[in-house]
Every structure is written in C-alpha cells, then in structure tokens.
C-alpha cells in the first residue's frame, strides 16, 4: 500500500461524510441538500454514510428512503439498539473510503456551509480540523459541563483547543484508520491523534439553535468526561512504559511501609502496647508495594509482547536509498513507504 505523503491531498479530493443519528427523523433530508449544495465543486466523489444509533422513532425509515433516492451518495447503516457515539462512529471510520473524512451531527446545528473551510484547511496540510461553536445556541447545562471538560483536557493533555467536544469535524483518511474508537473515545480524537504524531488545527463555525429533538446530554457527561480525560493523560504518558507509573507508586507505598516499621520498632522499645497498630500498618503497605511491582511487572510484559507481535512504527515519507518494506511479525500485510 503507497502511504501519501501528509501535504498530499488532491484540489478535489474525495470525501465522506459521517452522520451518526439518534432519533433524528426530521432533520436528515435537510442535512443531505446542505451537504449536497456545499459539497459541489469542491470534491471529485462524495458519500454520506447515515448511522442509526438505535432509534425510537422513523430515523431508519427516512434514512432507507434517502438511500433509495440518492444510492450513488447515500449509504445507511443501522444498530439494532443504541450503542453511543463512539460505536457509531468507529463504524463509519470502518466504512468511510474519502481521502477527507467528515463527522457532523444529524440536529442541523452544524451548518454545512463551512465544509469548504475544512476541506481547504486540511490541503494546508493539516491532519485533523476541529470545529469551535464559539458562539453556542445550546442550554446552560449543556454548555457549562462542555467548557469545564474542555479546559481541563486542554491542560491535561497539551492539546489547546476551546471545543474538543465539537462534533464537527475533518480528518485526513489515514487518521481515522488508525485511532481506536470506543466509550466516550470520540471526544478524546485531537489527544490521541496528538500522540500518534498527528495535527490538530481548530476553526470558529457557526452554530444554529436546535430546531427538532432534544440534545442527548447533559451534567452527566461531566463526570464521565472527567474518568476519560484521566485515562487518556494516563495513556499518553504511559501506556508503553507502565512499570515506571506502577513502580512510583509501589516505592511511595514501600517507604511507607519501612517508615512505619521503622517507627514501630522504636515504639516496641519504649511502650509495646502501641506498637502493634504501627506493624500492622506497616505490613499492608509493604505488601501493596510488592504486589504493585509484580502487577508492573505483568505490564510491560504485555507491552513487551505487544511489542514483538506488531509491526514497527510505519514512517509516512522516505527520503533517498530503496522502497522501504515494512511488513508485520507473522502477517503478510506490508506497507511501502512514499519516497520523496
């Protein structure tokens, strides 16, 4: 497979369009002319690919009735029961063939007329565009939880954006094809593309009122927001050296353990009768040690294991000297890199 080069994306590339829905019904004609009428001119193929998350009501329906009527743009996929946003969106990762790949939501907030924007954003050679609704039409309750989530991931994580729960947004193909979606994942992409080397560059949009349906969220995607960002910090620092986190830790716990010993043993000395608390403690925290440097132990041996069944990290470009072949330990599949 011929890996492009980052700044490599045609005038008119193509696109796809990743609309995941939950009872959305009303909407989605709509969304499709405005797609439609901004698109033109601006891609040499485009697809919309409708997801629904496990509607209620006619989502699905009216989702078949456009594919019917537009089969060469339209495809429609379905869950049997709602499965969240992450899911739906790995789905259209999975289906998605554009060299540009956009995700918008299906309630008409977000308005079409800046996929042009996008598109131009990426040829700059950006790989992720995020949307800022810096201007929000939504309730109180949503927006409030949004900008805590969005302050605290930025400093966490060293990626400033204002609006990392911004739904919309452009990614280059091979981004979306090498992230992982899951969970509440979707909301973290700019962090974890961040890791993998990626760039995130993020544009104001315009953000319209809600017009049908309600909003799926609310406070409680603050605390889960808060569980994720943490596992994410967690993950970008030390998912491929997890014994040096572990070991902290444990050595925090062991002098701990030797401090009350330690104290325990001169209390023994002076007054046995108080000293037994203190051995007692003392035990629980030499034994946490111990079994958190076997439990790192048990980490690296996986990402050392890991490590030998995956392939070697894939450069996008090579300068000079032969085609470069990269194949994957006990797998055929193997990448040629672009030389430049």
């Known amino acids: 497979m011929n890996t492009a080069s980052p700044h490599d994306v045609p005038i008119r590339p193509t696109v796809s369009f990743i609309v995941p829905a939950m009872n959305e019904e009303s909407t989605l004609l709509e969304l499709y002319h405005g797609i439609k009428t901004n698109i033109t001119g601006h891609a040499r193929e485009w697809e919309i690919i409708f997801i629904d998350d496990g509607s209620t009501d006619n989502t699905w329906l009216e989702m078949t ?45 977000d308005d079409p007329t800046e996929i042009p924007r996008f598109i131009e954003k990426i040829q700059q050679g950006n790989d992720i565009v995020s949307g800022w609704k810096r201007c929000r039409y939504d309730p109180w309750h949503k927006v409030l939880p949004s900008r805590l989530f969005n ?20 990614y280059r193909h091979e981004v979306v094809k090498s992230l ?41 995607r603050l605390f889960t927001g808060f569980f994720d960002t943490a596992t994410v910090g967690l993950m ?38 108080v000293s037994g608390w203190l051995f007692n403690s003392s035990c629980i925290f030499l034994c946490s040690a111990v079994l958190g440097i076997l439990q790192g132990f048990a980490m ?32 055929e599949e193997s990448h040629s890199i672009r030389k430049v």
Request: charge should be positive; aromatic fraction near 10%; glycine fraction near 10%.
């Open 300 to 331: 690296e041996h996986r990402v050392y294991y890991g490590k030998l069944a995956d392939r070697a990290p894939v450069p996008c470009e090579q300068a000079g000297g032969v085609d470069l072949e990269i194949s994957a330990i006990g797998n």
């Open 236 to 273: 970008l620092r030390w998912r491929e050296k997890p014994m040096q986190l572990v070991g902290m830790f444990a050595m925090t716990f062991g002098l701990f353990g030797i401090g009350l010993l330690l104290l325990g043993g001169w209390m023994w000395l002076v007054d046995s009768s």
């Open 65 to 109: 009735r456009i594919a019917e009527m537009y089969p060469a743009e339209v495809r429609a996929l379905r869950f049997r029961r709602n499965r969240g946003k992450a899911d739906a969106l790995a789905l259209g990762y999975e289906s998605a063939t554009g060299e540009i790949v956009f995700t918008m939501d299906a309630d008409l907030q």
């Open 151 to 170: 302050a605290v991931l930025s400093r966490w994580v060293k990626v400033p954006l204002h609006d990392h729960n911004c739904g919309f947004k452009a």
């Open 180 to 220: 992982p979606m899951y969970g509440d994942m979707h909301r973290m992409v700019p962090s974890l593309a961040s890791y993998e080397g990626f760039q995130t560059v993020e544009i104001p949009v315009k953000h319209h009122r809600r017009a049908h349906g309600v909003s799926k969220y609310g406070w409680s």
